[in-house]
């Protein structure tokens, strides 16, 4: 084959190649092509556009070197392996020809060792060809501009010399020749390997003990960390039946090359639900980079918290940013400064829980330049969008809801973190409990409770469980099932050990509650105050303006949060976000301060028409908007939407029948929780209907169909927290759909269940379509009690295997309206025989049909093969 047309067949790999790494690492090839005349001037140029995205020059290269015949062919591809070797270039002869009669073409042929040679000195060079006039100021401006490293900014220098005829090319060969011959590369000073060496040590520390969910211990990540389901998230529409399931990734495949959304951006962008594991997820990512075990492309990772980062007020530069706020440089900071900013695809920023994030991402405000102080939203912004250390590798983590399409542009992968499979639960409970049988029975009481088993999913449920076992194995009182439940189990846990063993003997009844009813009021109304504003890290201050003290700190649901500038003090912050709105929801349940009528903002969001969930309530709702600065009610609208949704949901299930006889116990007033539960069943039940008469009218001969808005699944949460049959059932009564559609919603066990209590209430048998969710088996579980209400029931793409659908058939086969099951794209390996008395079912297993035929007496027809879905 001729070197054309291996250059034709490897065009794609020599694309990846090109815009695989960073700038720098182009224009490197580009500088030895130049060199070799492969490239002409006018040629160079084209390539050399401001702004121009790195694969059109890529593409565009490619394009000049196929007009150059097969010579420039296997030129090209020998400067793109010697770019990836990181071979150096030849040396600069030891003396120059004072007289040489084409200086500018000296300047060509050497240049990629002239480059490495002005590196760090190239300001100096710009300041002597300025007093000398070989340049004016506003060429040496535009050559300084922010934007550009030292290496760029000696290209422009070197491209300046070629099209002057003034003797500047002659000017720099003299400098050139006069200038210190680099002994190693830049990241090879001891300055920098003294910085990176205290950069592992820092990360190490912050990184080696797990303490997000438990101020009372702390665990060694290394031996509970377990992983999550980790798939790269599809967009909506591109995804189609026939289409396989998304890939499930490892820890150390995060920056795979597959799947991109933009390959111009620098951002991973790792979505998952509130207690799925993202900060445990960067806290393992940031302590195998500091150990040398994985991520050893990035010799400097920079870790953020979103919420400590929102604290900040002054403005600040990338290099505060990084020196301040992360890690100090012992020695030569400006010039360790200098060197990330020339190798940025050598940097790794983790910014954790965007969600908690106070700003609104925008794309309208620009900020190039890394010394000039802005607001830190600003900062991130623009180092999101890559105006800042661009092809700086970020990952963010953040809840779906508070990922905007804007921010979706800027975005290179999308990754979906899923929390546990059934495998991870059990592997995660081993790992916590070494102890002889204690694994094996908390594992046999959440495969007979599903409902338990359904929550275990999210590693903060998982947690919880191990840390309760004792009562959880103990108590024989019924074991939990809402979140709800969980909640007040892990916080009778905490009051029990934080009890004097006379009193911690009595049991987690109503009176320990009662004892420290003062104690929980003041974490509520700190909770519930920095939910409305948007604080997270509480100061000594915040807490005695909240009248918490030692006592109530001793409890341990306020940790000291971690990654602080050194030298100054640890703010506090509560274990997980959701106890931040349980707590709030206590308050918002028992406090004297709590007005009824202040409840329904709850399910307003920011301003009226602000959220999804504005959008479905009733119009009476957002009537009197004006609140008192600092009430309730004003502290609700203040809140973010996907926050107030978590405290909505405690709250329905706090005032649940179960648990309001215990609330009243310890408050006194059951009066005044049956108005607070009377407004939020009133919220609930109107919000649901005023949601199903949105709903249009359907196309002439179909059935009516129904995509659920972003709000609809927690109203239903919310239902289920209540547990009250006669609520579900009133709040579902007016639903007349034929199709129920909720595709891509983060649907969970636990969000079948819900689904499952409320559906199961319908009149008319519905088509629930559950497609690209987080099903699994034990999902499939929960919803088997309203398999009766359904016609046709669509879980592709599930992560379903034999276990789950032998149990799905067994009950289908017993349903008389259950018409159709695809169930395409998930982990079957196996076909089933579906046979009985029932009507005809179609089954979509592995891509064929399977029919349910009525029995005749010679033995069932097995599944045979049929149009593929």
């Not at 909640?487 to 846990?493: A, M, N, V």
């Not at 918002?588 to 479905?616: E, I, K, Y």
């Not at 689904?755 to 379509?769: E, K, S």
Request: aromatic share 8%; glycine share 6%.
């Amino acid at each position: 084959m001729c070197a054309q047309d291996a250059f034709q067949t490897q065009r794609s790999q020599l694309v990846e190649l090109l815009v695989s790494g960073s700038l720098e690492g182009f224009e490197s090839i580009v500088d030895r092509l130049l060199s070799r005349e492969v490239l002409s001037w006018e040629d160079y140029e084209g390539l050399s556009l401001v702004g121009q995205p790195i694969s059109h020059l890529a593409r565009r290269l490619l394009d000049t070197i196929w007009n150059k015949g097969a010579w420039g062919c296997e030129q090209l591809t020998a400067a793109v392996w010697e770019a990836q070797a990181d071979s150096q270039p030849p040396e600069l002869p030891s003396s120059w020809d004072p007289h040489s009669p084409h200086p500018a073409r000296d300047l060509q042929s050497h240049r990629p060792a002239i480059v490495r040679r002005l590196y760090g000195h190239v300001e100096g060079v710009l300041d002597l060809t300025q007093q000398r006039g070989f340049i004016s100021q506003y060429e040496t401006d535009e050559i300084r501009r922010p934007i550009f490293t030292s290496s760029q900014r000696a290209r422009r220098l070197l491209d300046l010399a070629t099209v002057k005829a003034n003797g500047l090319a002659a000017f720099l060969l003299q400098c050139i020749q006069e200038l210190p011959v680099p002994l190693a590369l830049p990241f090879e000073d001891a300055a920098c390997k003294k910085y990176m060496s205290k950069l592992r040590t820092v990360i190490s520390a912050q990184s080696r003990f797990l303490s997000t969910y438990d101020g009372a211990e702390n665990l060694c990540l290394e031996e509970v960390y377990t992983e999550n389901v980790l798939e790269i998230q599809m967009e909506v529409g591109m995804a189609g039946p026939s289409q396989q399931s998304p890939t499930t990734l490892g820890l150390e495949e995060l920056f795979s090359t597959r799947d991109h959304f933009n390959k111009e951006a620098d951002t991973v962008l790792v979505v998952g639900e509130a207690g799925s594991g993202k900060s445990t997820l960067l806290q393992q990512l940031h302590l195998l980079w500091a150990s040398g075990r994985a991520f050893q492309e990035f010799l400097f990772v920079f870790p953020f918290s979103c919420r400590q980062l929102q604290c900040l007020v002054k403005p600040l530069s990338v290099q505060t940013l990084l020196f301040e706020h992360c890690c100090w440089p012992d020695l030569g900071p400006q010039d360790i400064f200098q060197v990330l900013l020339d190798h940025p695809e050598r940097i790794l920023l983790t910014f954790d829980g965007f969600d908690e994030f106070r700003f609104r991402f925008t794309d309208r405000e620009r900020h190039c330049c890394p010394t000039a102080p802005t607001s830190v939203q600003s900062l991130l912004f623009n180092l999101l969008q890559g105006n800042l250390l661009k092809n700086a590798c970020k990952v963010l983590t953040s809840r779906p809801g508070a990922v905007s399409a804007s921010l979706r542009k800027h975005v290179r992968t999308e990754l979906s973190l899923k929390g546990f499979s059934e495998e991870g639960i059990e592997l995660y409970l081993r790992k916590r409990h070494r102890e002889p049988g204690v694994a094996d029975r908390l594992l046999c009481l959440l495969r007979a409770t599903s409902a338990l088993h359904g929550l275990c999913h999210l590693p903060v449920f998982s947690w919880m469980v191990s840390k309760c076992h004792e009562e959880l194995l103990l108590q024989g009182r019924g074991t939990p099932k809402t979140t709800t439940d969980m909640y007040l189990l892990i916080l009778r846990h905490f009051l029990l050990h934080a009890s004097p063993p006379p009193l911690a003997t009595h049991g987690p009844g109503p009176s320990l509650i009662q004892r420290r009813l003062p104690t929980l009021l003041h974490l509520g109304h700190l909770a519930l105050w920095g939910l409305g504003t948007c604080c997270y890290v509480f100061s000594a201050k915040q807490l005695q303006a909240a009248h918490v003290d030692s006592e109530d700190l001793s409890l341990g649901f306020l940790v000291h949060a971690k990654r602080v500038v050194p030298g100054s003090t640890a703010p506090l912050e509560f274990l997980h976000i959701t106890f931040q709105c349980f707590f709030a929801a206590f308050y918002l349940a028992l406090s004297a301060d709590t007005l009824p009528s202040s409840l329904r903002h709850l399910f307003q969001g920011h301003r009226p028409g602000s959220s999804p969930l504005a959008r479905v309530l009733p119009k009476w709702f957002l009537r009197g908007s004006r609140c008192k600065e600092g009430s309730v009610a004003a502290l609700l609208q203040g809140a973010e939407p996907h926050n107030l949704q978590i405290t909505g949901a405690f709250l329905a299930g706090l005032l649940s029948q179960e648990h309001r006889s215990m609330l009243a116990e310890c408050q006194g007033s059951e009066t005044a929780l049956l108005r607070r539960w009377d407004c939020v069943r009133r919220c609930l039940t109107r919000s649901l209907c005023k949601h199903f008469r949105s709903i249009p009218p359907a196309v002439p001969g179909e059935a009516k169909s129904m995509h659920a808005l972003p709000g609809f699944l927690w109203l239903i949460r919310s239902l289920y927290e209540m547990q009250e049959e006669r609520l579900a059932r009133e709040a579902v009564r007016r639903l007349n759909v034929g199709h129920l559609k909720l595709t891509f919603c983060s649907v969970g066990p636990a969000e079948c269940a819900a689904l499952a209590f409320v559906l199961r209430h319908l009149r008319q048998p519905v088509a629930l379509q559950l497609d690209h969710n987080s099903v699994g088996d034990i999902g499939v579980e929960q919803l088997l009690p309203c398999l009766g209400v359904c016609k046709a029931l669509y879980l592709r793409d599930n992560n379903i295997s034999d276990r789950g659908i032998c149990k799905l058939v067994e009950h289908a086969l017993h349903s008389e309206q259950l018409q159709k099951l695809a169930l395409f794209n998930n982990k079957l390996t196996m076909l089933y025989t579906l046979h009985g008395q029932a009507p005809c079912v179609q089954a979509e297993l592995l891509g064929f049909e399977a029919r349910k035929q009525p029995h005749h007496g010679r033995g069932s027809r097995g599944a045979r093969p049929g149009s593929q879905n």
